[in-house]
């Protein structure tokens, strides 16, 4: 019995030492020691002030909460840069009334990302979620914060898994 407990926690560590580039977080063998994300500017036809600032600390956050990369204001090998280009709201379900009973905000971001050191790895592209809530409500206060939590952890982390999550 003992030998088949220490032949069953060999074979557990070697299987494990075995995956050496693997982390929980799921992020490749990055030789990237810094980042920095530049200020994302509200090019969008409607602006809810603030919105820019909110989706550049979020993408910050996110970062370094499941990376080992260090935040910097400059010369960083990985840079996220871009533009807020849509916050829309649209009406999604009526009543037989013909009134709007859903609406739907839409926020999109165009997201350039640069690896300074492996080219290869750059892209620019649009990420883009939304969330509906009831149209009898106004999208202000804790509507639109929660909105904006939604939307802003699902795009954050969209752009996180295209850039780093090398599954």
Same mark, same amino acid.
Do not use: H
């Given at each position: 019995m003992?030998?088949?407990?220490?032949l069953?926690?060999?074979?557990?560590?070697l299987?494990?030492?075995?995956?050496?580039i693997?982390?929980f977080?799921g992020?490749?063998?990055?030789?990237?020691? %810094?980042?920095? &994300? !530049?200020y994302f500017q509200? #090019?969008a036809d409607?602006v809810e002030?603030?919105?820019e600032?909110t @989706?550049?600390?979020r993408?910050?956050?996110?970062i370094q909460?499941?990376?080992?990369l260090?935040?910097?204001n400059?010369?960083?090998?990985?840079?996220?840069?871009g533009?807020?280009?849509?916050?829309?709201?649209?009406p999604?379900?009526a009543t037989a009334?013909?009134?709007?009973?859903?609406?739907?905000? %839409?926020?999109? &971001? !165009?997201?350039r990302?640069? #690896?300074?050191?492996?080219?290869?790895?750059?892209f620019?592209k649009? @990420?883009?979620?939304f969330?509906?809530?009831?149209?009898?409500?106004l999208l202000?206060?804790s509507v639109?914060?929660?909105?904006?939590?939604?939307?802003?952890e699902?795009i954050?982390?969209d752009i996180?898994?295209?850039?780093?999550?090398?599954?």
């Open positions: 003992r030998k088949i407990k220490i069953l926690a060999s074979t557990l560590l299987t494990l030492s075995s995956c050496g693997y982390n977080t992020v490749g063998d990055i030789k990237a020691k %810094t980042f920095q &994300v !530049n509200n #090019n409607i002030p603030g919105v600032l @989706f550049t600390r993408l910050q956050d996110l909460n499941q990376t080992n260090t935040l910097t400059s010369g960083g090998e990985l840079i996220y840069e533009e807020i280009t849509q916050f829309r709201v649209t999604m379900t009334d013909q009134r709007a009973a859903q609406n739907r905000l %839409t926020i999109t &971001v !165009n997201v990302y640069i #690896n300074t050191l492996n080219e290869e790895d750059n620019e649009p @990420f883009s979620f969330y509906d809530y009831p149209a009898a409500s202000s206060g639109l914060n929660t909105a904006l939590d939604e939307i802003f699902r954050t982390q996180f898994n295209e850039s780093l999550n090398k599954w």
